[in-house]
């Protein structure tokens, strides 16, 4: 029997999945994907409270987490409904990577209280809960049934967002992405119709977003932008969203990084994470969310997070490949001049994200990532990519292997590495909401949230089918997964709310 050499296998891979990937580019392009009415700008969330008055719904189900509570941050639209007079409820258990258990929670809220409708209220966990409970509710299926493409009969619940952080574009994405505790799974459901009727990009609520959380989100939103752009299945719409979204974080982020109320930026980084996901749900990511999605199994490491430390390494590994893309990038990113050759500006992209990361104290390497964990890990992301995404260039085990061990942290001493395994420096997640939502200092709460981004915790290994291959528009953050807050969800008819 004739055996090929490894290196011709690589080849064929690369030729055959190029293929497949530009057929199937072909169907997604002609997918209809609408968008929300948008409502920007400080008291949008306000505003989307009153024009939600006039669709005349029986009693909301607003679906958020108990940080978002304790910091008060829908105050205004919450009063907005009461004054028109719409019945809500809120329901505030959804921790980090929106687990199961709570959105199944939710779905008995919203049927209990007779609701006819969902506000998605918060980050990218609380957003993809709501969509869930939404297209759960319609379709009398449990959420782990829809897991997959357009797997509900019926549209979802009217559904309405308003977006806490800057990063997912959950707000404008087909995707729901949660996760299963049990097994570490992050899974996604994708329909085009889980995209909201409306949505508030209100900078008001972001200001005071910890600063590991906006380096994190607005990395993701970068990740979205520059795997979109980069990929196969571009179309002159989504190069517009990313190459604006690129432009706009880079002018935009560090001010948001340095200073959190500084609301222009705000604003400008929550269009950018827009942008950048109406370039992703229609384009794809690519080998950066790949491996980042593996990171998020097994070590629970933030998703944006995860994102920001691979993005060089595999920009790297593609620039062969994409290099023409690189370059434009790299001139509205404005870290170089149109007209300088394109392996230069390429190269100049590649390090300007790493002077970002470094801008933002994202580290360098992940703490959590251990040696013998890699090769199930490249083979995780290689079934993710090879099965979903249209990368310019496919990655071999041997070589995503390699991409992924440029981010092992330096080998400690042994000394050094026992003591740090004692149980004094066990990281136990810090993120358990309900404790957070009893302390009235909103510092705490702040401090409570930047724990949730900033300390990666190990968790069981992950089959290396960990993420479930299966939606186009897949982005995932991943976050360390937070004990579910107890508190019991409250119920508030117009006047009690007042
Ligand atoms: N549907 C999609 O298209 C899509 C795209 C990307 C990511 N995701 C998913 O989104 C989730 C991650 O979302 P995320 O990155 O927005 O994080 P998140 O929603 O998990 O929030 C992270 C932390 O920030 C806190 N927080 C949120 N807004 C805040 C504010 N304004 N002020 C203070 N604290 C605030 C939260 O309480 C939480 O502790 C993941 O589950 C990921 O898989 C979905
Ligand atoms: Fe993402």
């Keep these: 029997m004739m055996t090929m050499s490894p290196m011709m296998a690589d080849l064929a891979r690369n030729v055959g999945l190029s293929g497949l990937k530009r057929a199937a580019g072909v169907v997604t392009r002609l997918l209809p994907i ?66 199961l258990p709570l959105i199944e929670k939710g779905i008995a809220l919203y049927q209990s209280e007779g609701c006819d409708a969902v506000i998605a209220f918060g980050g990218g966990s609380a957003m993809d809960a709501a969509k869930t409970i ?30 806490t952080t800057a990063g997912t574009g959950s707000e404008v994405t087909v995707a729901a992405v949660v996760s299963d505790p049990v097994n570490n799974r992050k899974l996604v459901i994708a329909d085009t119709r889980l995209i909201p009727k409306l949505a508030a990009l209100d900078p008001s ?10 380096a994190a989100t607005g990395m993701d939103a970068l990740t979205h932008a520059v795997e979109a752009f980069i990929g196969q299945w571009c179309t002159d719409f989504t190069d517009r969203m990313a190459l604006s979204a690129v432009g706009m974080i880079y002018e935009n982020l560090p001010l948001a990084y340095a200073n959190g109320s500084d609301l222009a930026a705000r604003e400008k980084m929550a269009l950018a994470s ?16 790949a491996i980042a999605h593996q ?35 790299a001139v509205r ?60 260039r496919y990655m071999s085990q041997a070589i ?28 136990k997640p810090k993120t358990d909401t309900k404790a957070v939502a009893k302390r009235p200092a909103r510092s705490r709460v702040k401090k409570a949230a930047e724990s949730a981004v900033a300390k990666p915790v190990s968790a069981e290994p992950a089959a290396p089918e960990a993420v479930e291959a299966a939606a186009p528009p897949l982005a995932a953050t991943e976050t360390p997964a937070a004990t579910p807050a107890k508190r019991p969800s409250r119920t508030r008819k117009p006047a009690e709310a007042a």
């Excluded at 998020?296 to 023409?324: C, D, E, R, S």
Aim: proline share 9%.
């Design 205 to 214: 609520l972001m200001v005071g977003l910890p600063k590991p959380i906006t």
């Design 400 to 427: 995503c292997e390699g991409v992924i061990r440029q981010a092992l942290p330096p080998a400690v001493p042994a000394a050094k590495a026992q003591a740090a395994t004692k149980p004094t420096t066990t990281a």
């Design 34 to 99: 609408g968008q929300p009415t948008m409502m920007v700008g400080p008291g949008a969330s306000m505003r989307l409270g009153q024009a939600v008055n006039d669709f005349g719904h029986r009693k909301i189900l607003i679906v958020t987490d108990a940080v978002i509570v304790s910091l008060g941050l829908m105050e205004p639209m919450t009063t907005a409904l009461t004054a028109g007079g719409t019945q809500f409820v809120v329901y505030d258990e959804i921790t980090p990577d929106a687990p």
């Design 134 to 163: 939404a297209l759960a509710v319609t379709n009398h299926k449990a959420p782990r049934q829809l897991v997959g493409y357009f797997k509900g009969f019926r549209a979802p619940a009217p559904l309405y967002a308003v977006p």
């Design 295 to 329: 990171f998020g199994g097994l070590y629970h490491t933030p998703h944006g997070l995860a994102n920001a430390i691979m993005l060089p390494h595999v920009l790297k590994f593609l620039q062969p490949a994409v290099a023409p893309r690189l370059a434009l990038l």
């Design 274 to 289: 827009c942008y950048a996901g109406q370039a992703f749900t229609r384009a794809n990511v690519g080998y950066v969310h």
């Design 333 to 392: 990113a404005g870290v170089g001049n149109a007209g300088e050759p394109e392996a230069d500006l390429a190269r100049k992209f590649i390090e300007s994200v790493e002077a970002m990361n470094a801008r933002l104290g994202i580290p360098v390497h992940l703490d959590a990532l251990r040696e013998a964990d890699i090769p199930a890990l490249a083979h995780a992301a290689c079934r993710e990519a090879d099965l979903n995404y249209p990368v310019a």
